[in-house]
C-alpha cells in the first residue's frame, strides 16, 4: 500500500523567511509519480509539480525549489523569501504510475497548514 | 492547460434527498475521473475511479450505493449522493486524466470542488 506522510500539521513563519514543508513517502512500485498541490482558503486545488521517479534532479521554479531524494523517500518543497500570499494548505501527494491504460490512484499526506504573517 | 469544471459550486439540501455533481473536462477527454471527499482541515479521501464506459471503482469503506458515480462520456463524470444526511456535508473534488502511459503522463487535473452541506 502506499502511504504518504507530511509530519508537519502546521507552520507559521514570517514574511520573507524561507521555509521547508517535508514528505515522506512509502510504495512498493519501482515506477510512480509525486506531485506537491497548493490548497488556498478557496479550495480549489492547484498543481505545483510532477516528478516521476526516475528524475531525482531538483527543481527550481521562482521562489518554490522541490528536493527529490530516493534514497530516503523524500520529496521536500521549499519557499525561499515566503509571502502572505504563500499561505494556504499543501498536500504531498504519491501517484501509481501505468505504463498504459488508465490513470492510476493517488495517495495524499495529510497537508501542512502555512501560516505566513506580514 | 487542461481545465475541469464542477457543478455545483455549492449546494445546501435537506436530509432524505439526493444530489448530483457534475465533473467535466473542458478541453481534454478524460479516460479516467476520480472522486475525492474532503473533511474539514482534513486530507483527500479517495472515493472511486470511474473509468469511461465502465462500473466505478470504490476505495474500500465507501458506499457505493450510497455514491453513485457515472462516468457516461469522456468529458463527463457525475457522483450521485442518495438520500443524503448531514453526515455526508463535505467538499467534494473531481478529478480528470488522460490515462497512463507515455502520454497520459497519469497527470490529474482537479476541478474546483463541490461544498455539499446537508440540513
Known amino acids: 500500500a502506499q502511504k504518504v506522510t507530511q509530519a508537519q500539521t502546521e507552520i507559521s513563519v514570517v514574511e520573507k523567511e524561507d521555509v521547508t514543508l517535508d514528505c515522506v513517502y512509502e510504495t512498493r512500485d519501482t515506477t510512480y509519480y509525486l506531485f506537491w498541490y497548493k490548497q488556498p482558503p478557496s479550495g480549489e486545488l492547484v498543481f505545483l509539480i510532477r516528478?516521476?521517479?526516475?528524475?531525482?534532479q531538483n527543481e527550481i521554479s521562482g521562489r518554490y525549489s522541490w528536493n527529490f531524494q530516493k534514497s530516503t523517500s523524500s520529496f521536500n518543497f521549499t519557499i525561499t523569501a515566503s509571502q502572505v500570499v504563500d499561505s494556504a494548505v499543501y498536500f504531498c501527494a504519491l501517484s501509481e504510475a501505468r505504463l498504459r491504460g488508465n490513470a492510476g490512484k493517488s495517495t495524499f499526506g495529510d497537508g501542512t497548514t502555512l501560516t505566513v504573517k506580514p | 492547460g487542461a481545465v475541469v469544471s464542477q457543478h455545483p459550486s455549492r449546494v445546501i439540501c435537506k436530509s432524505g434527498t439526493s444530489v448530483k455533481i457534475e465533473c467535466r473536462s473542458l478541453d481534454f477527454q478524460a479516460t479516467t475521473m476520480f472522486w475525492y471527499r474532503q473533511f474539514p482541515k482534513k486530507s483527500l479521501m479517495l472515493m472511486a475511479t470511474s473509468n469511461e464506459g465502465s462500473k466505478a471503482t470504490y476505495e474500500q469503506g465507501v458506499e457505493k450505493d450510497k455514491f453513485l458515480i457515472n462516468h457516461a462520456s469522456l468529458t463527463l463524470s457525475t457522483l450521485t449522493v442518495t438520500s443524503a444526511h448531514p453526515e455526508d456535508s463535505s467538499f467534494y473534488i473531481c478529478?480528470?486524466?488522460?490515462?497512463?502511459?507515455?502520454?497520459?503522463?497519469?497527470?490529474?487535473?482537479f476541478g474546483p470542488g463541490t461544498r455539499l452541506t446537508v440540513l
Open positions: 516528478r516521476n521517479s526516475f528524475d531525482e
Open positions: 478529478s480528470a486524466s488522460t490515462g497512463g502511459g507515455y502520454r497520459g503522463r497519469n497527470e490529474q487535473f
